[in-house]
């Protein structure tokens, strides 16, 4: 066996989480690579170090002075390293990245990644692992994609050289081998990335919670635990807020069809969440209810003489020029609505508003900034004719008004847009009344 085992930042906010990796790590010598994250939050007080390092670049645009943020962040590393005894020298890359930031002789996302290469040079020495910069390995081109063909070699050819290794998750490099990031999150990706290049057997992902849950723990008191998903399912949970796992991380793996398993550094005798391409033996018919909060739709009245896939087009390409991800896409005859994350948007709706408004063929825009979305995710679902409208029914009954509706034609996912308001109560009731059904009665 092969693995590739991950570790996330709360699992390695302090000394004492260090020594439960380390328990980990060496009781099972199949794991031969470990991809960690940045130091995270000791306690909810605390601060993340990638907010941190972020947070001192900001400093330093604006040349406000930083130095005690950046002491902050020195003395994470530096209290593990003295706690642990380790030996590797890394208050000379804190001197001078410090002298580099000084000069501007470093990029935001240098400073940025320095929290998940200080994580990976100290977990090496305390392993007794050898190093391996993520920057020899996850080739990025100047969009920001990971060029794959080109990095699974470099894996692979680390691979073969090292038995036993660590890897900083979350950057890798640009072809001028400048620093890139992943998106927020992304170390999950750097580990799916390397279990593919390794031709793992199993790629565990160590975090805070065992595995998903049917709906979110801090909505609902003690949710279903979920003991499989599938890569399409995760996707869809993940897109909508739940936020066990990157939504990107089954990407690298659809191909290869090697499994996550998710599990939790404080409990890893606890059943985790197997993620796989085919899920098999499931009987509940919903395997997850998630959603999320600040979403944004303008609705476009067209005029009658214009054709719909012309404005509909002409509208997209302004996000896309401003590029604001859309989310949905209601349509109707003669109005479509465009739903995007307020978050997305804020800067740069003003811009985009007036641009859409020189388009002759808009009779008017209408918005409604008060829309959660709520998406019930079931492979079991298109096994069960009728699914969709007891769902519904759940929100009827609870006279909570739904705004919009999608069903991929897939089936495994309906979504729904309600008032902000409504969020956690439709969640609550939903789960309610799915979390024990079965696809079959007698199932
Ligand atoms: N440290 C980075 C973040 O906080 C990446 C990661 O942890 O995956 O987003």
């Known amino acids: 066996m092969y693995k590739v085992a991950k570790f996330g930042g709360s699992s390695l906010a302090n000394a004492e989480q260090w020594k439960k990796v380390k328990a980990i790590i060496d009781s099972d010598e199949d794991r031969h690579i470990v991809v960690v994250s940045a130091v995270g939050k000791s306690n909810p007080k605390d601060h993340k170090v990638t907010d941190l ?11 406000i002075e930083a130095d005690d943020l950046f002491k902050e962040v020195e003395e994470k590393y530096l209290s593990i390293k003295r706690e642990l005894g380790l030996k590797v020298d890394i208050e000379s890359d ?3 990245i410090k002298e580099r930031l000084e000069k501007n002789q470093i990029s935001e996302e240098e400073l940025v990644s320095r929290g998940e290469y200080f994580s990976a040079k100290m977990m090496a020495d305390y392993l007794g692992f050898d190093f391996v910069d993520a920057k020899e390995l996850i080739n990025f081109d100047y969009e920001g994609q990971v060029v794959e063909e080109e990095t699974i070699d470099c894996i692979e050819r680390a691979v073969s050289v090292h038995d036993y290794f660590v890897v900083p998750g979350f950057y890798g490099s640009y072809p001028n081998y400048k620093i890139c990031l992943f998106s927020r999150g992304g170390s999950d990706v750097t580990g799916s990335y390397m279990a593919k290049g390794a031709k793992a057997d199993l790629y565990e992902n160590f975090t805070d919670v065992p595995g998903f849950y049917m709906a979110d723990p801090r909505i609902l008191k003690s949710p279903r635990h979920i003991s499989q998903i599938s890569y399409d399912e995760l996707r869809e949970l993940s897109d909508m807020g739940a936020c066990v796992l990157h939504e990107e991380t089954v ?16 409990h890893p005798e606890l059943e985790g969440t197997w993620v796989k391409k085919q899920v098999t033996g499931r009987k509940h ?10 979403f944004l739709a303008l609705t476009f009245q067209k005029k009658r003489s214009v054709g719909k896939l012309d404005i509909l087009l002409e509208v997209l390409s302004v996000f896309n020029q401003y590029h604001v991800p859309v989310e949905h896409l209601p349509t109707s005859i003669d109005t ?6 307020k978050s997305n948007i804020e800067e740069k709706y003003y811009d985009i508003i007036a641009d859409l408004k020189k388009n002759p063929g808009i009779l008017s825009i209408n918005e409604d900034e008060d829309l959660a979305l709520i998406a019930v995710v079931g492979s079991n679902l298109v096994h069960r004719i009728g699914a969709s409208g007891e769902i519904l029914s759940v929100f009827g009954k609870e006279g909570i008004n739904i705004k919009f509706l999608d069903q ?20 609550q009731a939903l789960y309610t009344r799915f979390a024990h059904e079965k696809i079959t009665a007698e199932a």
Do not use: C, M, N, R
């Open 53 to 63: 390092l972020y947070l001192i670049y900001q400093h330093h645009k604006y040349h």
């Open 94 to 96: 804190f001197a001078e």
């Open 251 to 266: 990407l690298p793996l659809l191909e290869e069809d090697i499994p996550i398993l998710v599990l939790s550094t404080d």
């Open 285 to 294: 018919l919903v395997t997850g209810i998630s959603g999320k909060k600040g």
């Open 336 to 341: 479509f609505s465009v739903v995007v994350e």
């Open 408 to 427: 991929g034609l897939e089936e495994y996912q309906i979504l729904a847009g309600v008032s902000e308001k409504d969020f956690e109560t439709s969640i």
